[in-house]
């Protein structure tokens, strides 16, 4: 009985610290009978460059093409990359004001996110020309999208869904596991009807069902680099160079991973 008090007391707690508002779970978080993350397994197919200078902030595959957002001010920028991961066109540099984040692809049109300025930067998906900004009340992290809705997150422990058109908040789901509600939820990437999160800080990446927001799964990438044979500790140049993006290819059923200022981008497959 104690413990459930405390749990309890202790979720209501990290729920009040939420900095987000109005978190609407269609399923409440109960202090009994939540599934702890099963953990999934990957193994690595291939190992590709990284440009070193890219502050990974988004990452997706559309139409055969790679394409990244990156961030820190003055040095933002959205471009493209082939099938080898090398990169084609132009790139997009933000002007100086601007920390690029989140970016997804829907209807024809690129979304990118900025940190803390809430400007939502709209492009056309084969050009990369600037059609629309549209305004956003939080900062801007992750950023992905099902097949109605875009989907952000804010660095807290809420998903927002929004209106492609206007950005405007259509649902908030708080994500959620067996020991209370997750924070700084980062890069996503909806996959067959799951959401996969980078959490900011930290070597692991989790699963979330888009409807109840719990954690189903969690994935252990603390020693991808290692296991990529890739003798480099980013961490070691700057404490932000941290595990963040991740892309789903559909034709493979593959995902490419990668890190802020990391050297590559390793492709593995979950098992």
């Given amino acids: 009985m104690k413990r459930s008090i405390v749990l309890f007391f202790s979720l209501i707690v990290i729920a009040c610290n939420n900095t987000d508002s109005n978190t609407t779970n269609e399923n409440v978080v109960s202090n009994s009978a939540i599934i702890a993350p099963i953990p999934l397994n990957y193994t690595i197919q291939q190992v590709y460059a990284h440009d070193t200078s890219a502050y990974t902030q988004g990452l997706e595959w559309h139409n055969g093409i790679l394409i990244e957002g990156t961030g820190l001010r003055g040095e933002s920028v959205l471009y493209q990359m082939d099938q080898q991961l090398k990169p084609v066109g132009k790139k997009i540099k933000l002007d100086a004001p601007y920390f690029g984040e989140g970016v997804t692809v829907f209807n024809g049109k690129i979304y990118q996110l900025t940190w803390e300025e809430h400007k939502v930067f709209v492009y056309d998906a084969t050009t990369l020309k600037l059609i629309n900004t549209l305004n956003w009340p939080y900062e801007g992290w992750g950023l992905t999208h099902n097949d109605s809705s875009l989907i952000v997150s804010t660095g807290s422990s809420n998903l927002y869904f929004v209106d492609p058109s206007n950005f405007s908040i259509q649902k908030t789901v ?3 596991h067996q020991y209370g509600y997750q924070s700084m939820i980062n890069e996503l990437e909806y996959v067959e009807g ?6 900011y800080g930290q070597n692991e990446i989790i699963v979330i069902d888009p409807i109840s927001g719990r954690i ?6 603390s020693n991808l680099l290692a296991q990529a044979k890739v003798q480099y500790n980013p961490l070691q140049i700057d404490g932000g160079y941290v595990l963040n993006g991740i892309a789903y290819k559909k034709e493979t059923n593959t995902y490419f991973l990668t890190g802020k200022c990391w050297p590559v981008i390793v492709e593995v497959k979950l098992n």
């Fill in 216 to 221: 189903t799964n969690k994935i252990d990438c």
């Fill in 194 to 199: 799951k959401i996969f999160a980078n959490i």
């Fill in 174 to 176: 708080g994500v959620f």
